[in-house]
């Protein structure tokens, strides 16, 4: 495990290459101090991926900046630690994420995260502007988003008072098919995220999505069709194939999206617990005698012609039927069980936005975790 910890004076890191990094500093104190046992001298420090540049900041200047991590300042909190607003010096107002040291997000997955996202700068990807690594403390700098996840503000128990019209959840369907299929096939290297799920995709003020979270993310190399690796991510939105035999491609992150797009337009949560194949037959026959099995119930209602039933019934008259029914649809074709059927995120942007007729398409039943005792840990 890869540790690091910089003196106040150091200014940035510079990531040149896929190779690894550059640190540059303001003056020559620094400190790198093991890596595996041993000394270990800058130009050996590998994080795997990653463009851009990244500001590091003090402990004392998050410290000041969130008012000494006051409570009122605490605008989120979960297993990875708290989330605190907070005001640096030059006046910007920042979302400061502060790691706790129980976090199942540890070293290797917090340096990723800023690999990741350290050069993207997209409408609807969080933007990072920095972070902190000093003696124990792991904290990351994001720009504030007013509106916190949709799940919260849109699945959560305590609602907010934020109407979600169809209008605005069309715009936020869009805008994370946009986001991912930037990170998929425009940015280089291509990133699978791998944790796309409610609770992380934030709104701004104008209610625009913004993914974030990526400290599960991968570099898929441009001559890859998958790697292996373990399964991170949240029960209900992983793909089977991801889920069993530990295989990340991008369709891994369409069949999550394609979850999330279901839950958005129906207003409601995909199940997290697995459920027998007679709990299948079931649901098969019956769509609304099991709550929760988000997927299944879509599924069914769309094989007996009825899927306008899924659509959120506190849209009322404010939604445009067919085209939520095109979006249900669009949900379907991205959970399929054949991850090759699924279709890549350029594509969904345009099925979504009009540019191919969703009708045509031919939807195979969905793809589901049935056993987690088989899922590649």
Not at 94 to 107: H, N, P, R, Y
């Amino acid at each position: 495990m890869l540790c690091l910890e910089w003196q106040q004076r150091i200014s940035y890191i510079n990531i040149k290459d896929i190779g690894g990094i550059n640190v540059w500093f303001e003056s020559e104190e620094y400190s790198v101090p093991f890596f595996g046992g041993r000394a270990c001298p800058v130009p050996e420090i590998n994080l795997c991926f990653g463009i851009g540049k990244v500001k590091l900041y003090t402990y004392e200047e998050l410290r000041v900046a969130t008012g000494d991590f006051k409570r009122g300042n605490r605008i989120g909190e979960g297993g990875f630690g708290s989330v605190y607003k907070g005001t640096l010096r030059n006046g910007t107002i920042v979302a400061i994420k502060v790691l706790s040291k129980e976090s199942a997000q540890g070293v290797r997955e917090f340096l990723t995260e800023i690999t990741a996202i350290s050069d993207i700068i997209h409408e609807n990807l969080v933007q990072l502007y920095g972070f902190c690594m000093q003696g124990n403390h792991r904290i990351l700098v994001y720009s504030y988003l007013e509106n916190n996840s949709i799940a919260q503000t849109l699945l959560g128990r305590n609602r907010s008072n934020i109407q979600f019209s169809w209008a605005t959840r069309s715009k936020i369907c869009i805008g994370v098919a946009r986001g991912l299929a930037f990170l998929h096939e425009e940015h280089q290297p291509h990133i699978v995220h791998r944790d796309i799920k409610a609770s992380n995709v934030l709104l701004d003020k104008n209610l625009t999505p913004k993914i974030s979270d990526f400290g599960f993310a991968r570099l898929l190399p441009s001559n890859a069709t998958h790697i292996s690796t373990g399964v991170a991510g949240t029960l209900g939105y992983l793909a089977p194939e991801y889920a069993i035999r530990g295989q990340v491609t991008r369709k891994s992150d369409v069949y999550s999206y394609g979850v999330l797009l279901l839950e958005i337009v129906s207003g409601r949560c995909n199940a997290n617990t697995g459920f027998s194949y007679g709990e299948r037959f079931l649901l098969e026959r019956y769509p609304d005698a099991m709550d929760g099995i988000l997927v299944l119930q879509t599924w069914a209602h769309y094989e007996r012609g009825t899927i306008e039933r899924m659509i959120d019934s506190s849209l009322a008259g404010d939604v445009n039927t067919k085209e939520a029914c095109k979006f249900l649809k669009v949900g379907l074709l991205c959970t399929q069980d054949a991850c090759k059927l699924r279709p890549s995120m350029s594509l969904v942007v345009k099925m979504l936005t009009g540019g191919i007729n969703v009708e045509s398409e031919n939807i195979t039943q969905p793809g589901l975790v049935t056993d987690f005792m088989q899922m590649k840990i």
